[in-house]
């Protein structure tokens, strides 16, 4: 059984930066795409930034240049460095592993950018 926690969110101010951790409990971490997606008061979940096994990267157009998300399969972790924060961050940010049919999500950890 796959658990992922998060870690790292906190209240920053614009311009600022975080990094966000997602560790992955359960087997065969190299195979699963993992991502972080966030979600905003009154707004729905979206994708922010994907890594795959052999470290293919997409990111939104809104964090592209930003962010940058990372994995390192020895220590079955993946991070979002997140750069020059803009208030329009402001979210609950989730980690997600997927594989086959095997979808997991974390609990999530609040980004507050604000001054």
């Known amino acids: 059984q796959v658990q992922l926690v998060e870690s790292g969110g906190g209240l920053v101010q614009p311009g600022g930066s975080l990094r966000l951790s997602c560790v992955f409990s359960g087997g065969g971490f190299g195979f699963y795409n993992m991502g972080w997606f966030r979600q905003a008061p009154g707004k729905q979940r979206e994708l922010v930034a994907t890594i795959n096994g052999i470290s293919s990267l997409t990111y939104s157009d809104s964090v592209r240049g930003r962010f940058t998300i990372t994995r390192d399969n020895a220590k079955k972790t993946v991070f979002l460095q997140m750069n020059n924060l803009k208030p329009e961050d402001t979210a609950v940010y989730y980690c997600?592993?997927?594989?086959?049919?095997?979808?997991?999500w974390g609990q999530g950890t609040q980004v507050t950018v604000s001054s």
């Open positions: 997600n592993a997927h594989w086959q049919n095997i979808d997991a």
